[in-house]
């Protein structure tokens, strides 16, 4: 069967539709995640983050999940529009200063209207 | 946050030459740090750099062919020597947001580099 919170590199949807990106994350000692938009030709952009002491945060149409137990983070878009085209990475690092993040594959999203 | 210029954005290198990306920050910061961007690929560490100190460098990436100044609390290089086709991807500065620590990184455009 589908693997709960599977990866997938690309990802289309309808504008209006509600999207849902994943990511798996590797160290059981990260203790902060961060969600980036890249468009093209551009650096990463921080969208939204999250620490390990809750499950669940939201912002303006976007939700960001954290599962500590199975390691896995997603990204929920709502009301997805061609603006939101981009790859997605998830990022991991601890809350201890002077750590770097460590970046998760990418996902790219495709919204046609 | 910070605002972070690279220059150059963009460049076509022969095999052999070596070429110095810039970064510079409107304000001033701990640490910077350097990532590489291969075609399709995700993010990768380069080295983190901290003013006054020598570049603490990742798994893989070495001081000769990726050396990086950091003469001020706004400013850094990378240099890609000795490019290769290998080379060829794109290489982001970033900093960390407030005056020390990671956690939140500010990415700058980045410099593509295609090496021929």
């Known amino acids: 069967g589908e693997s709960v919170g599977l990866h997938l590199p690309t990802l289309s949807v309808q504008e209006g539709d509600n999207s849902i990106i994943n990511c798996a994350y590797s160290?059981?000692?990260?203790?902060?995640f961060i969600w980036y938009k890249q468009e093209s030709g551009k650096g990463p952009q921080f969208i939204i983050d999250i620490r390990s002491n809750m499950d669940k945060r939201q912002g303006q149409r976007v939700t960001v999940l954290l599962n500590k137990t199975v390691k896995h983070l997603s990204l929920q878009i709502a009301a997805t529009q061609p603006g939101d085209s981009a790859v997605y990475f998830c990022?991991?690092?601890?809350?201890?200063?002077?750590?770097?993040?460590?970046f998760g594959k990418g996902t790219t999203l495709s919204v046609s209207s | 946050s910070a605002v972070i210029s690279q220059k150059p954005s963009r460049d076509i290198c022969q095999r052999g030459t070596s070429l110095t990306i810039q970064c510079q920050v409107d304000s001033q910061v701990t640490m910077m740090f350097w990532y590489r961007q291969q075609p399709g690929q995700s993010l990768t560490l380069i080295a983190t750099?901290?003013?006054?100190?020598?570049?603490?460098?990742e798994s893989g990436f070495v001081i000769d062919k990726f050396p990086i100044s950091r003469p001020n609390l706004t400013f850094s290089t990378l240099t890609v020597s000795n490019m290769s086709p290998e080379d060829s991807s794109i290489y982001l500065c970033?900093?960390?947001?407030?005056?020390?620590?990671?956690?939140?990184?500010?990415f700058g455009a980045g410099s593509r580099l295609t090496v021929l």
């Open positions: 750099a901290n003013q006054g100190s020598e570049a603490t460098y």
């Open positions: 990022a991991e690092t601890t809350t201890q200063a002077g750590t770097a993040l460590i």
């Open positions: 160290n059981s000692a990260s203790d902060y």
């Open positions: 970033s900093v960390g947001r407030g005056s020390s620590g990671a956690n939140v990184l500010t």
